[in-house]
């Protein structure tokens, strides 16, 4: 979690590590928690995640008075998706 615009770079990095740690994880069904399956599966962003080539990540800001944005970035890696959608804030 990026707490202001300098931790952005870092929250990437962060990012990019943990989707490899669960990358490594045996295939099969992706868990998700069950009250993210609307914003997964119903949003345009998540919607856009779901159907991204290559990597991909979901952006929700909080606290929506600091950042409102809600954004799906694609990438070459999970560094790079994180960076797209973190860039929305």
């Keep these: 979690m990026a707490e202001d615009p300098s931790r952005i770079a870092a929250a990437a990095r962060d990012s990019a590590r943990i989707a490899a740690a669960v990358a490594a994880r045996?295939?099969?069904?992706?868990?998700?928690?069950?009250?993210?399956?609307?914003?997964?599966?119903?949003?345009?962003?998540?919607?856009?995640?779901l159907t991204a080539p290559g990597a991909g990540a979901l952006v929700l800001g909080r606290p929506r008075a600091q950042c409102p944005a809600r954004a799906a970035g694609a990438g070459a890696d999970p560094e790079a998706a994180a960076r797209e959608a973190f860039a929305a804030c």
Excluded: T
């Design 26 to 49: 045996p295939r099969g069904v992706r868990r998700v928690d069950e009250a993210a399956l609307p914003l997964v599966h119903a949003s345009p962003e998540g919607r856009a995640l």
